[in-house]
């Protein structure tokens, strides 16, 4: 398991991160979001153990990640901008892991280029951002790690290496039992392939739960008010937003129950119909009703 356990860092007496603690089992798949400044980039530098903490720890199978070779072997690591050896190839990248990594796969490096389909003779000074992502994945999931640690991994990616990229990650879930602890502004993505959700603003953690217990936060409704929705119904306290095409409103709200359709039907509405609410706007209406 890897354990973030009341981690603190700060950068010139100012604190980044404020009393962080995130759980991550092999076999799941966590999410990591928060608004731009939240504090994700630096706790993930702190769980790989790039940054050393200022308070707390980071264990892996109850071993500290910080200056621990041994413990990093265990580690894949895909940061948000990856730099390598600019004039090498990506053979020769490759060459080098195979060189550094004991359990580097080569056969599973190719067997991932074959989706992502980069020219193993290119130069890594001529990659766009979108193929050094894809190099990153591909060459840290080559090293068979028991954990996958990805900052904003499909930045740069085009709609179709996103997708496949998801796809891969699920499958090395399934099949190796890894633990994922996942950065990304790509929501959408992360709805479908996360089973837990840590929400970070101003580098303390503001909610943590699984998915279906964040989504269950908030509930979405299609309600039809064919003569308008009333003042009543824009002052009602469990309506976070409200917006309409036409006779056909969409409301988010909080405290979904039988009551409040009553109420909505006593103002108007001629038909209220729940729907589930995506991460995206979940995020969003948290943020606005802070």
Known sequence: MLEIKELWKGYNKSKVIKGVNVSVEKGEIHGLIGEN???KTTLIKCAVGVYKADEGEVLYDNEPVYDNPKVK?????????????????????????????P??????????NEIFKLDVKKRLYSLSKGQ????????????????L????????????????????????VEHNNIGVLISSHNLEGLEKICDSVTMLHDG?????????????????????????????????PEILRISNVGSIYTLIVRDYD?????????NGASLVEPLDISLEDLFIVLEENK
């Open 37 to 39: 400044s939240a504090g």
């Open 73 to 101: 072997e265990k580690i894949g690591y895909v940061a948000d901008s990856n730099e390598y050896i600019s004039l090498y190839t990506v053979t020769q990248m490759v060459n080098m892991y195979k060189h550094f990594y």
């Open 103 to 112: 359990k580097f796969s080569r056969e599973k490096f190719n067997e991932y």
């Open 132 to 147: 050094k992502m894809r190099l990153a994945f591909m060459l840290e999931t080559a090293k068979q790690p028991e954990y």
């Open 149 to 172: 640690i990805l900052d904003e991994p499909t930045s740069g990616l085009d709609p179709i290496a996103k997708s496949k990229f998801f796809e891969l990650l699920i499958n090395e």
């Open 204 to 236: 303390k953690v503001e909610k943590q739960m699984s998915m279906d217990d964040m989504k269950s936060q908030l509930t979405q409704l299609n309600v039809v008010f064919e003569g308008g929705a009333n003042k009543k119904v824009y002052d009602m």
């Open 258 to 266: 039988e009551e409040l359709v009553n109420r909505l039907k006593a």
